[in-house]
C-alpha cells in the first residue's frame, strides 16, 4: 500500500524519475537521437504514442508496428507536421498471430535499417474470453507471446547493430499491475491460456512445479 502511495504521488526511485516524470524530462540529456532506429509497439495511443512523440522530437528514426494502419498512418502525419525532419515507417503487426510476428520480422530486416531500441509497449486487455489463431488465449498470446517472439527474433539484429556503431542497444518492456486483479480460480483459468489440452496440462504441471 505504502509502494502504491508512493508511486500515486510521484516519488522518485533509483533512476531519480517517478510517476509524474514526463518523457521530455526523461530524454533531456539524450542529444541528438539521429543515429538512433527505435522500434515501439502500441504506439497508436496512451503511454506508447507519447513515447513515440517525444522520440521523434529528438531525432530517432521510428518504426511504429500496429494492427490498424490506418491510425498508425494517421499518428505519423501528425508527428510530421509537428517535426519536419521526422523519419517515420509504419508497418502491420498483429501481436497475437505468431505467423504476423514473423512476417513483420522478416519485412524489417528487409529495409536493412539499424536497430538501437526496442520498446514492447503494446497491451491488450478484455473481460471476455478469445482465442488466438494459433490457439492461445488472447491477452497471453498478444502481451506476452508475441513480444517474446519478436524481440527473439530482431535480437541479432540489435546485436549487430551494437557492434557495428559500438553503443549498447536497449530492450525496454513496458508491463502492468493490472494481472494482480485476478481473484478466480487460478487452476482452472490457467486451462483457458490454450484451445490445446495438452498445453494447458504442461502449464498446469509447471505451475505445481514452481
Known amino acids: 500500500m505504502l509502494e502504491t502511495i508512493k508511486y500515486l504521488l510521484g516519488s522518485?526511485?533509483?533512476s531519480g524519475y517517478g510517476s509524474k516524470t514526463t518523457a521530455e524530462q526523461v530524454t533531456d540529456n539524450c542529444g541528438d537521437l539521429h543515429s538512433c532506429t527505435a522500434i515501439i509497439t502500441g504506439a497508436?495511443?496512451?503511454i506508447g504514442a507519447e513515447t513515440a512523440r517525444v522520440?521523434?522530437?529528438r531525432g530517432a528514426r521510428l518504426v511504429l508496428p500496429a494492427r490498424n494502419l490506418k491510425v498508425a498512418t494517421e499518428m505519423k502525419n501528425r508527428f510530421a507536421s509537428e517535426f519536419c525532419d521526422s523519419k517515420i515507417t509504419?508497418?502491420?503487426l498483429d501481436l497475437s498471430s505468431m505467423k504476423s510476428v514473423r512476417?513483420?520480422?522478416s519485412e524489417f530486416e528487409a529495409l536493412n535499417l539499424p536497430l538501437n531500441l526496442l520498446i514492447n509497449n503494446a497491451g491488450k486487455f478484455s473481460y471476455d474470453h478469445g482465442i488466438s489463431e494459433d490457439g492461445i488465449e488472447m491477452t497471453f498470446a498478444?502481451?506476452?507471446?508475441?513480444h517474446f517472439l519478436l524481440t527473439k527474433l530482431l535480437l541479432k539484429k540489435m546485436i549487430t547493430t551494437a557492434k557495428t556503431t559500438g553503443v549498447q542497444g536497449r530492450i525496454v518492456?513496458?508491463?502492468s499491475g493490472i494481472h494482480t486483479w485476478f481473484s478466480g480460480d487460478l487452476i482452472r483459468s490457467l486451462g483457458q491460456i490454450t484451445r490445446d489440452k495438452r498445453y494447458g496440462t504442461i502449464i498446469k504441471r509447471q505451475e505445481f512445479a514452481c
Open 12 to 14: 522518485t526511485g533509483p
Open 44 to 46: 497508436t495511443s496512451g
Open 55 to 57: 522520440l521523434a522530437k
Open 90 to 92: 509504419v508497418m502491420h
Open 103 to 105: 512476417r513483420f520480422v
Open 142 to 146: 498478444t502481451n506476452y507471446l508475441g
Open 173 to 175: 518492456n513496458v508491463t
